[in-house]
Nanobody, 123 residues
C-alpha cells in the first residue's frame, strides 16, 4: 500500500507565496512522475505541474513563471513553490505519483493521489 500525504496549504493574500509538500510512503519500488493538480469549485481537476523521474518538468500555462515544482528522490517527496499567487489560484491542490510496487513477483505501476490541501488566495 502507498500513501501520499500533502501539507502546506492555507490562506494567503494575493501576491503572496506558499509551498506545498507531498511525501510518498509505503511499499515503493520506485516512483516515475510526481506532480500537482488542482480543482476549483465547479471546475474539473487540472494539471498544475509535473516532475518526471528523468528530471524534466511541465507546467500549466497559467502558472508558468510563478510556480516551481521540485523533487527529492531520497525522500520520495515533491514540492510546489507558489509565488505571486492570484485569487484564481484558489483550489484544492492534489499530489499525484506514478508508483511502481511489487505485486506477485512482478512490478506494477499505479497512480496514487493525496487527500488534497486547500489553497485560498484573497484579493
Amino acid at each position: 500500500q502507498v500513501q501520499l500525504v500533502e501539507s502546506g496549504g492555507g490562506l494567503v493574500q494575493a501576491g503572496g507565496s506558499l509551498r506545498l509538500s507531498c511525501a510518498a510512503s509505503g511499499s515503493i519500488f520506485s516512483i516515475n512522475a510526481m506532480g500537482w493538480y488542482r480543482q476549483a469549485p465547479g471546475k474539473q481537476r487540472e494539471l498544475v505541474a509535473t516532475f518526471s523521474s528523468g528530471g524534466s518538468t511541465n507546467y500549466a500555462d497559467s502558472v508558468k513563471g510563478r510556480f516551481v515544482v521540485s523533487r527529492d528522490n531520497a525522500k520520495n517527496t515533491v514540492y510546489l513553490q507558489m509565488n505571486s499567487l492570484k485569487p484564481e489560484d484558489t483550489a484544492v491542490y492534489y499530489c499525484n505519483a506514478a508508483v511502481q510496487t511489487w505485486v506477485a513477483a512482478t512490478i506494477s505501476t499505479s497512480d496514487y493521489w493525496g487527500q488534497g490541501t486547500q489553497v485560498t488566495v484573497s484579493s
